[in-house]
C-alpha cells in the first residue's frame, strides 16, 4: 500500500480542508502573539514613560474600541471564508479566501461539489465503522465497507456520517475537521488531498469502553486505480477452488458467522457485523486495531474478546486450530 502518514493535526494533506484550518490557526496564533506584544509594549510605555501622548479619550476610543473591532472583524470574515472553502474543498490562500468574502474576484468563489460527486455513507457504531459507496460513475451503488475508506485524489468526496448507537464523531486530522455523527441525524463532510497515501483517523467522542480501540483508515489513491477497486468491490467473492480454502469456507458456513456477517455470492447474509465480502484487502482489522493478515485473522476469529473486551463479536471456541488456520486464509483471499 502506498505510505501511511502520523496522525496529526500538524501532517496536513495537501489539498486538504486540513491544511486550510492548519492555516487558519497559523494566522490565529501569529495574531494573538502580535497582539500580545503589542499590548506589553504599550503597558510598559504606561508604566515608565513620564508623559502620555495621547488623550485618555482616544486611547479609549483607539485601543478599548476600534482596534478589536476591526481585528475581531477580520479574524470573524477569514475564519468564515475559510469555513466555506473547508466545505466546498476548493482551497486557496487567505488573502484570496479573505477577499472572496468581500466579493473581490467574485469569480474565484469556491462552488459547492457538483452533482455526481463520490458520496460514501458512513456509520458509527459500537465499536467500528461502516462504509457504503452510495453512487460512482452512474453504475456502482451500495458498495459495503469496513473501518476504512478509498478515495480517489484530487476529487472532493461527500462524507453523511451517522450513528447506528450513541454519539461517535469522525476524525481524520490530515484530511479534515471532525464532525459528530448523531444518532437519528446525517452530518455532511467533504474530503479531499492531491497526495496519495494511508490517512489515519480515529473516533473523537467517547462513545464506551472501547472508543479509544476505534480507529479508521482512508486510502487515497491515483483515479484510475480507485475506480479499478471500486469496481472489484461490487463484485460477489468467489468461490473456492483450493481444497485448503475450501475447507475454510466449510467452517465458516457451519459456525455462527453467518448470522452477523454478509459475504457476497454465498448464502452468508447477516447485517449486524461488518460486510465480509473483500475483507483480505482491508489496511485493518478490528478498526485498526490489528494488521489485517492470517495470524491476526485467526487470533481476532478466535479470542476477540481478549483483544477487545465488549465488542458484539463472541469468542469462536468451536474450531480446531486446521479449521481456524483454513478459515483465517479463506477470509484473507477475498481481495
Excluded at 467574485?106 to 465499536?127: D, E, F, M, Y
Excluded at 447485517?271 to 478498526?287: E, N, Q, V, Y
Excluded at 483483544?307 to 483465517?328: F, Y
Amino acid at each position: 500500500m502506498s505510505e501511511q502518514h502520523v496522525q496529526s493535526v500538524l501532517h496536513s494533506a495537501p489539498g486538504s480542508g486540513a491544511e486550510l484550518l492548519e492555516e487558519l490557526g497559523m494566522v490565529l496564533y501569529v495574531g494573538a502573539a502580535l497582539i500580545f506584544v503589542v499590548v506589553m509594549g504599550l503597558l510598559l510605555h504606561a508604566v515608565f514613560s513620564r508623559r502620555l501622548r495621547a488623550s485618555a479619550r482616544a486611547w479609549v476610543i483607539g485601543g478599548g474600541i476600534v482596534f478589536p473591532a476591526v481585528t475581531l472583524f477580520v479574524l470573524l470574515t477569514y475564519s468564515l471564508a475559510v469555513g466555506s472553502a473547508v466545505s466546498a474543498l476548493n482551497s486557496g490562500t487567505a488573502l484570496q479566501l479573505l477577499l472572496n468574502c468581500f466579493g473581490i474576484d467574485s469569480n474565484a468563489r469556491i462552488p459547492p461539489p457538483l452533482p455526481g460527486t463520490l458520496r460514501i455513507n458512513v456509520v458509527g457504531k459500537q465499536w467500528w465503522w461502516e462504509v457504503r459507496y452510495r453512487a460512482a460513475d452512474g453504475e456502482l451503488r451500495n458498495v459495503p465497507l469496513a473501518n476504512e475508506l478509498r478515495i480517489p485524489v484530487d476529487e472532493p468526496v461527500e462524507l453523511m456520517v451517522s450513528s447506528g448507537d450513541v454519539i461517535h464523531s469522525f476524525w481524520v486530522p490530515s484530511l479534515a475537521g471532525k464532525v459528530d455523527m448523531i444518532p437519528g441525524r446525517t452530518n455532511r463532510l467533504v474530503v479531499r488531498t492531491s497526495e496519495p497515501g494511508i490517512y489515519r483517523g480515529q473516533c473523537a467522542e467517547y462513545c464506551g469502553g472501547q472508543h479509544a480501540l476505534m480507529a479508521l483508515y482512508v486510502v487515497a489513491e491515483p483515479r484510475e486505480r480507485f475506480y479499478d477497486w471500486l469496481r472489484n468491490q461490487a463484485q460477489p467473492a468467489r468461490a473456492p477452488t483450493d481444497p485448503f480454502l475450501r475447507s475454510g469456507y466449510d467452517a465458516f458456513m457451519q459456525g455462527r458467522c453467518p448470522e452477523c456477517h454478509t459475504v457476497r455470492g454465498t448464502p452468508a447474509e447477516g447485517t449486524s457485523g461488518p460486510d465480509l465480502t473483500h475483507i483480505g484487502g482491508r489496511h485493518s482489522l478490528a478498526a485498526g486495531v490489528l494488521k489485517n493478515h492470517i495470524g491476526t485473522m485467526a487470533g481476532w476469529i478466535a479470542g476477540s474478546q481478549d483483544v477487545k473486551p465488549g465488542n458484539l463479536m463472541p469468542d469462536s471456541e468451536i474450531h480446531t486450530g486446521s479449521q481456524l488456520r483454513a478459515l483465517a486464509a479463506w477470509l484473507e483471499s477475498l481481495e
